[in-house]
């Protein structure tokens, strides 16, 4: 199965190196390139790609806002947000407004395709070297007031793994459970906390002070 991907970024160099790595991969096709988020808006809702590649920052409507209104349609694609790291510190409002994931420009191609994919599969890319230290600078840890903890030992212990980058297989193998009971376990935490993806179960744990 093909993942169909549009590229949004105001820069023509970033969107033609997206594109020349993701076009070498068999299983990938960019149907679309949009300079600004009004654009990329009516391309997606036009071409309805599985993933959209979203730069923060674009003249008109920027990522943030071009995200929102993608995620207003019955059935919206899946928004990795495309950041600098260092000025766009309002990438995490972009993930509270629906972006499933989000990615260093200069990542490199083996990111660039694994976020992708795991965009395409559901998921959200979620590595340490990115998401813990984005939310680690976005995020004030504050302590879960008693009885307020939704989650049990066992999902808590889950959940740090998540906020600390680990995939499903990995979790299985720290805590001596089979993957399936790892699926279970965040299906449970998905529903308990009202998350959508992996990195709100990442950000949620910043934010109550179980990772730090």
Excluded at 43 to 48: A, D, K, T
Excluded at 138 to 167: I, K, M, N, Y
Excluded at 180 to 196: E, G
Aim: glycine residues 8%.
């Amino acid at each position: 199965m093909t993942i169909t991907v549009a590229l949004a970024d105001d820069q023509e160099m970033v969107r033609t190196g997206f594109r020349l790595i993701l076009g070498n991969e068999p299983d990938i096709e960019v149907v679309a390139e949009s300079g600004t988020g009004t654009d990329v808006v009516a391309r997606s809702r036009e071409l309805r790609p599985d993933v959209v590649l979203m730069d923060i920052r674009m003249p008109g409507m920027d990522g943030l806002k071009a995200t929102r209104a993608l995620m207003a349609a019955p059935e919206p694609p899946r928004v990795v947000m495309v950041t600098t790291f260092d000025h766009d510190e309002y990438v995490y409002d972009a993930l509270r407004s629906g972006a499933c994931g989000f990615l260093l420009k200069d990542a490199g191609p083996r990111l660039l395709v694994e976020a992708v994919r795991a965009a395409a599969a559901g998921d959200a890319l979620v590595s340490p070297s990115i998401t813990v230290r984005l939310l680690e600078r976005l995020t004030s840890p504050r302590r879960v007031a008693p009885g307020a903890d939704p989650l049990s030992a066992r999902e808590r212990e889950v959940v740090r793994a998540v906020a600390r980058g680990r995939t499903n297989g990995e979790i299985a193998a720290e805590l001596f459970v089979s993957l399936s009971t790892v699926k279970t376990h965040l299906t449970n935490i998905h529903t308990k906390l009202d998350a959508r993806n992996r990195v709100e179960v990442a950000a949620w744990a910043w934010e109550n002070g179980l990772v730090g």
